[in-house]
């Protein structure tokens, strides 16, 4: 079993944010590296929050 670092796992899930599909992060910290992660890339996504987490979803440019 291996285990993923969180700064991986959003670096991961920005990935999948550029191949044009939507990501979920389940924790407040893998959030904000996901949105650190996308604003240094100039990437713009919809945040749809929720107590259990967030959705990011790529906006059409």
């Not at 979920?24 to 910290?29: D, G, L, Q």
């Amino acid at each position: 079993m291996k285990i993923m670092s969180r700064r991986q796992l959003a670096k991961e899930k920005v990935k999948t944010i550029q191949s044009g599909y939507s990501a979920y992060a389940e924790t407040k910290e893998v959030s904000e590296l996901i949105k650190k992660e996308l604003h240094s890339l100039g990437i713009e996504v919809e945040e749809d929050r929720c107590s259990l987490g967030s959705w990011f979803i790529p906006t059409k440019a």
